[in-house]
């Protein structure tokens, strides 16, 4: 399944594949330890100890002397029952709407930005298309599952 991460300010897109003992991403094989420490496979046989910790929605990871911050961009969660509307994942602020109603967006633009638990959140098209209503502006609470914006998916 493709995920979309901003790790240390760079946006970056990969395939991620949940196992029983942990995930495997891009050939690398990350599997839970213990203490915070995950277990690390690299695509080349390597392995390594690497310690994790989650501060907020941040992934921060530390190995050979690097860290790097790993946040995962959330699409809005579609709704089928509100007709492709987009969903807050969590109760929240709204910080800034950036699109508009007939706006025409594409796959992971952002659309919106809540602000929940003290982090920012960006919604993001999930697909191509058209925004057709937009049910939230900047300074409103919103409640989790409460639809924010509509999207028409281009064909």
Not at 26 to 47: F, I, P, Q, S
Not at 67 to 74: D, F, G, I, S
């Amino acid at each position: 399944m493709q995920h979309r991460f901003n790790m240390n300010g760079d946006e970056v897109e990969v395939t991620l594949s949940k196992t029983d003992e942990g995930w495997v991403w891009e050939g690398v094989t990350v599997n839970r330890h213990d203490r915070g420490r995950l277990h690390v496979t690299m695509a080349d046989g390597r392995t390594a100890l690497v310690h994790a910790a989650k501060v907020g929605d941040v992934w921060w990871v530390h190995l050979d002397g690097h860290t790097v911050a790993l946040e995962r961009m959330e699409p809005g969660a579609s709704s089928q029952q509100h007709g492709g509307g987009l969903v807050a994942p969590m109760p929240g602020k709204v910080l800034e709407t950036l699109v508009q109603p007939g706006e025409t967006v594409q796959a992971g633009q952002a659309l919106m930005v809540l602000e929940a638990m003290k982090m920012e959140h960006r919604i993001v098209a999930a697909h191509d298309g058209t925004v057709t209503a937009v049910h939230h502006q900047a300074g409103e609470q919103v409640s989790q599952g409460a639809v924010l914006l509509e999207l028409e998916e281009s064909n």
